[in-house]
């Protein structure tokens, strides 16, 4: 299973950050499969940010989830990560990973990509 993001490197503030997580090896639909987007500031730990599950259903975290909304588009396996409001503090490399059901950690992990909040 291979996860691939893709999107902008710069967003200015107040503006939305999107990016895409493109799957293959597996279907997103597949059961028991939750698809995350994860994560890490300049220098500090990992943060998860939400997921969708296999059935389409939408997990946020409390602290994002007014400004986050994560969406599928089966047709294509990929899942796309959609954050509001951005400000300098969003700047972080971001992740998409995959875990199944049962599992306490993720299974497969894109290679990340740096997102910059800069005007």
């Known amino acids: 299973v291979q996860l691939q993001e893709s999107g902008p490197g710069l967003v200015k503030p107040s503006q939305t950050l999107s990016l895409t997580c493109t799957v293959s090896?597996?279907?997103?639909?597949?059961?028991?499969?939750?698809w995350s987007w994860i994560r890490q500031p300049p220098g500090k730990g990992l943060e998860w940010m939400g997921a969708i599950a296999y059935s389409g259903i939408s997990f946020y975290a409390p602290t994002l989830k007014s400004r986050t909304s994560i969406s599928r588009d089966t047709s294509k396996n990929h899942f796309t990560l959609q954050l509001k409001s951005v400000t300098p503090e969003d700047t972080a490399a971001y992740y998409c990973?995959?875990?199944?059901?049962?599992?306490?950690?993720?299974?497969?992990w894109g290679q990340g990509t740096r997102v910059t909040v800069s005007s």
């Open positions: 990973a995959g875990r199944s059901e049962g599992n306490s950690w993720f299974d497969h």
């Open positions: 090896g597996n279907s997103i639909t597949a059961n028991y499969y939750y």
